[in-house]
């Protein structure tokens, strides 16, 4: 069973940067060199790794008993996409992590959130997505805190609405289990029928708006971003948490439910109200960090639009808007990291 998890097609984009960042864990505090080189090699196989299975989306399987996995067309997108920013923060975390006082651990903890993302995305059952799901909410406060005292609040507070929000989503998965006598992810669409229902579905709703940092679970993200590292705002808010949040809330209306046509006007609602609201927001800010925040929250409304309008059109522009915000977003962050470096300024007023 074992061998079977490790060498697995499907289960080895998890396992393998789990495996590497224990490995980073266990290198001596003075061979920061060697580490970086072992982060670096780590996400790039990952990248190899997740390219066949990008290549053959629509396979699934099941490698054990226990674990179940699939690859469709929009769970590889979004893989190859988690895979590809993973080993760009790692190229860039060489140069910017270079003397911190905490090198070993932010390997350590980028490689494990690489890896339960894959998880995330990879996951077929509900109960296993939220697993990998926990755990990146605690990957996300580990990795705001090594920003230092600074950045305290601001890790409690990611804590604090991510936790919640998992929390929300426990209660909307078993609700649905109570429903439809399955927690798998490849079954038959849930119509929002009963009161029961619609709980189910606005609870993973509360889950997917939080981690991708949607009004009104956005508050998390300013704080985040302004007092983290670059490239520890550049890897989760900017990008993987905004793929993650997205990808969660597309399976939500494609796979787990029927959504009303109340509910899509609910979301496009809420979507206007995020674009207008954050970009508001951004345009008193004086912070870089905190100005490309508050634009990060603006644009996932728009991709909640898109979603919204309930129509494969709509759906294609909110995911191809959510990998194009999140290409610029990721690059204007590691700009600002390089600022920073350069200047040796914490925050950057402009």
Known sequence: MLTQLITHPMALPVVFPLLAGLLCLLIPERANSLRSLLCVLSTAIVLALVWPLFQQAG?????????SLRVDVLSAFILLAVAFFGLLIAVYSVAYMKGHPHHRAYFTYLLWTLGVSCGVVLANDLLLLLVFW???????????????????????????????????????????????????????????????????????????????????????????????????SAFLPASLDKLLGIYLLARCVLDLFIPTPAMYTMLMLLG??????????????????????????SQVGYMI?????????????????????????????????VVEKETGLSLIHI
């Open 59 to 67: 396979t699934s399987w099941d490698p054990l008993p226990w674990l």
């Open 134 to 232: 926990g755990f990146l909410g605690l990957t996300l406060y580990l990795m705001a805190g090594l920003a230092g005292p600074g950045a305290a609040e601001a890790a409690r507070k990611s804590m604090m609405i991510i936790g919640g929000s998992d929390a929300l989503m426990l209660l909307g998965i078993v609700i649905y289990w109570h429903l439809a006598g399955t927690t798998r992810m490849d079954g038959t669409a849930m119509a929002l029928d009963s009161p029961l229902a619609y709980t189910a579905f606005l609870t993973l709703l509360a889950g997917a708006f939080a981690k991708a940092g949607a009004v009104p679970f956005h508050t998390w993200v300013p704080g985040f971003g302004e007092h983290t590292d670059a490239p520890v």
């Open 272 to 297: 206007a109200v995020t674009v207008i609201s954050a970009v508001m927001m951004a345009l008193v800010q004086h912070d870089l960090k905190r100005l490309l925040s508050y634009h990060a929250v």
């Open 305 to 337: 639009l898109g979603i919204g309008t309930g129509t494969a059109i709509g759906l294609a522009g909110g995911l191809f808007h959510m990998l194009n915000n999140t290409i610029y977003k990721s690059s204007l962050f590691l700009c600002a990291g």
